[in-house]
């Protein structure tokens, strides 16, 4: 974004663990820019303090909301599509989602069903979504040519937004967005900030693709790539002797093809005879599972592993 939008501009939203990286990625970003979570809220929480800073300065800016977990290709597409997109946002009040066309059945994705084609080009109504379907139904609707994938880039005007918030989260940030008071915009924020930590666990874009007015999917083409699934990691990341892809980790390897290995510092590997696996160590949990799957097959893992052995394992 940096090379659409000057710094001034930018805003990140991260919880205090990742600070450092923040200021070590951004080191120009202005410290009024950059909004620390108390807690880790998810999405809809974050975006809310976010566009509410906005607004502050701008009661007519439009906006982009940007996931930190992707890899994106085609530059100049990117910045095409985005000036694109802030341009309608500007002139009508609605929520546009980009999607990418799918490339491969990948069941760690959300898919969001185009429906009819609007006033704009390649902007269609969303006529359903799906986050993170089974593999079958990923191969369904990837062969149907009527789904996207969700890149979780969102853009709207700050007004709008809001007012989807309003209506999406009355009961989870009333009164602090409670459309039947009026507050300030520095009331808001200070009761955000303080009530913070009770505020709900919800994903911006599943809220608003599932049950938001107005909201639109524009079919983009840049390449992407949700550096959050391990299919990803391997597409994009350096390739070593046999294909594999060796994240930071000291590992020999003798006959392996295909494989993703990340291990914690200042352990060493040592895997034979392997191919198409992923091998990943975290803490105390060691994961080898196969790569084609992984997505489908880490959710339930993870599922299954908080139940028998608690959260800190997951």
């Known amino acids: 974004m940096a090379s659409i939008l000057p710094k001034k501009n930018i805003y990140v939203c991260t919880c205090k663990e990742y600070e450092h990286w923040v200021h070590e990625q951004l080191p120009e970003l202005s410290d009024d820019c950059l909004m620390i979570e108390p807690v880790n809220r998810n999405t809809a929480c974050s975006v809310a303090m976010g566009m509410l800073h906005i607004q502050k300065r701008?009661?007519?800016?439009?906006?982009?909301?940007?996931?930190?977990?992707?890899?994106?290709?085609?530059?100049?597409?990117?910045?095409?599509?985005?000036?694109?997109?802030?341009?309608?946002?500007?002139?009508?009040?609605?929520?546009?989602?980009?999607?990418?066309?799918?490339?491969?059945p990948e069941p760690g994705y959300g898919y969001i069903q185009m429906g009819s084609n609007g006033e704009f080009n390649h902007v269609y109504s969303i006529q359903s979504f799906v986050e993170k379907p089974e593999r079958d139904f990923a191969q369904l609707f990837m062969e149907s040519g009527e789904f996207l994938w969700n890149t979780g880039l969102i853009l709207s005007n700050v007004r709008h937004l809001r007012q989807c918030l309003r209506e999406l989260f009355l009961e989870s940030f009333a009164p602090g967005l409670c459309e039947n008071h009026v507050y300030t915009i520095d009331q808001v924020i200070n009761y955000i900030a303080r009530n913070y930590a009770s505020l709900p666990n919800v994903a911006i874009d599943q809220g608003l693709l599932q049950q938001g007015k107005n909201v639109y999917v524009m079919q983009v083409d840049?390449?992407?790539?949700?550096?959050?699934?391990?299919?990803?990691?391997?597409?994009?990341?350096?390739?070593?002797?046999?294909?594999?892809?060796?994240?930071?980790?000291?590992?020999?390897?003798?006959?392996?093809?295909?494989?993703?290995?990340?291990?914690?510092?200042?352990?060493?590997?040592?895997?034979n005879g392997l191919e198409g696996y992923i091998v990943a160590e975290e803490g105390d949990v060691l994961l080898i599972c196969k790569k084609s799957d992984s997505s489908s097959l880490i959710r339930k893992y993870v599922s299954e592993v908080g139940i028998r052995y608690g959260e800190k394992f997951t």
């Open 222 to 271: 840049f390449g992407w790539a949700d550096m959050g699934t391990w299919h990803s990691v391997y597409e994009f990341m350096s390739h070593g002797e046999g294909d594999n892809v060796i994240i930071d980790s000291e590992v020999m390897m003798e006959n392996c093809k295909g494989n993703i290995i990340k291990l914690p510092k200042g352990h060493i590997g040592i895997i």
């Open 58 to 104: 701008d009661d007519n800016a439009s906006i982009v909301i940007v996931p930190s977990d992707q890899y994106i290709t085609g530059e100049d597409a990117f910045k095409r599509n985005i000036l694109d997109g802030l341009n309608l946002v500007g002139q009508k009040d609605m929520v546009l989602v980009m999607g990418i066309k799918p490339t491969r």
